[in-house]
């Protein structure tokens, strides 16, 4: 989960600098995630995955939901 004080900042939309221990949070909170989520698909499904294909599935879904 998310430090109160970094969900505080996300809900204000304020930009938030690369290698920021804010920033640094997220990456660490979106990497156990998929782990987490690696785990699950394997277990239930005969489609096997890995965690860089479920971060690169998650950036491109992002990328199609995001004006750029």
Known sequence: EYSEELIKI?????????NDPNEVEIRCVSLH???LLVAEVNLISDIKVTS??????GFFI?????NF
């Open 10 to 18: 996300l809900k204000s939309k304020t930009p938030i600098d690369e």
């Open 62 to 66: 992002n990328r199609l939901h995001t």
């Open 52 to 57: 860089v294909i479920l971060d690169r599935l």
């Open 33 to 35: 995630a998929i782990e």
